[in-house]
T-cell receptor, first 115, second 113 residues
Framework: DAGVTQSPTHLIKTRGQQVTLRCSPK?????VSWYQQALGQGPQFIFQ???????QRGNFPDRFSGHQFPNYSSELNVNALLLGDSALYLC??????????????FGPGTRLTVL | KQEVTQIPAALSVPEGENLVLNCSFT??????LQWFRQDPGKGLTSLLL?????REQTSGRLNASLDKSSGRSTLYIAASQPGDSATYLC????????????FGKGTTLSVSS
């Protein structure tokens, strides 16, 4: 079982550009959540996708958007990049039936650097 | 608004010591609390998950306790080893935030041989 996978591993962009990060959930999971972790901070919830729709959103601007595909994989898009968007972006997957009781499984993350 | 605090921010101990990491949360209406381990620049590994109805969970040398009424959890690590060096994150899932996890900033542990 391949767990949660993310691509790319590292990414360098300049201010104002747009970026797309990708996530494949653990086998059997149908729910994908995205988190942003700045250096020295705990992860912060961006949003969650279930049944190809955004079900829940954290306190992030509209520049952050996402998508979930029929195979449950997901993308995170960030437009008009700012220096402050530099962070480790983590994807987590879970089974919706156990969303409130089970752990979320995290991927290795994508390190985004904005210059 | 649920807030999670972890103390201390950093901890250095010699190999073999028993140690305690602390986590506190402001809203006691939680579904569960989790402890994660994070190695530098890596993703999160779940260590222990405690449901709101439970008082503690154990896995090997790790023991986590939960006191919902006081808004506190502790992670006890017995006989620490250099391989335990990592950042330990506490996260709660509460009614305010739906299924999202609310994290503390973590405690960075360094175990010297």
């Amino acid at each position: 079982d391949a767990g949660v996978t993310q691509s790319p591993t590292h990414l360098i962009k300049t201010r104002g550009q747009q970026v797309t990060l990708r996530c494949s959930p653990k086998s059997g999971h149908d729910t994908v959540s995205w988190y942003q972790q700045a250096l020295g901070q705990g992860p912060q919830f961006i949003f969650q996708y279930y049944e190809e729709e955004e079900r829940q959103r954290g306190n992030f601007p509209d520049r952050f958007s996402g998508h979930q595909f029929p195979n449950y994989s997901s993308e995170l898009n960030v437009n008009a990049l700012l220096l402050g968007d530099s962070a480790l972006y983590l994807c987590a997957s879970s089974d919706d039936l156990a969303s409130y009781t089970d752990t979320q499984y995290f991927g290795p993350g994508t390190r985004l650097t904005v210059l | 608004k649920q807030e999670v605090t972890q103390i201390p921010a950093a901890l250095s101990v010699p190999e073999g010591e028993n140690l305690v990491l602390n986590c506190s949360f402001t809203d006691s209406a939680i579904y569960n609390l989790q402890w994660f381990r994070q190695d530098p620049g890596k993703g999160l590994t779940s260590l222990l998950l405690i449901q709101s109805s439970q008082r503690e969970q154990t896995s090997g040398r790790l023991n986590a306790s939960l006191d919902k009424s006081s808004g506190r959890s502790t992670l006890y690590i017995a006989a620490s080893q250099p391989g335990d060096s990592a950042t330990y994150l506490c996260a709660v899932r509460s009614g305010q935030a739906g299924t999202a996890l609310i994290f503390g900033k973590g405690t960075t542990l360094s175990v010297s041989s």
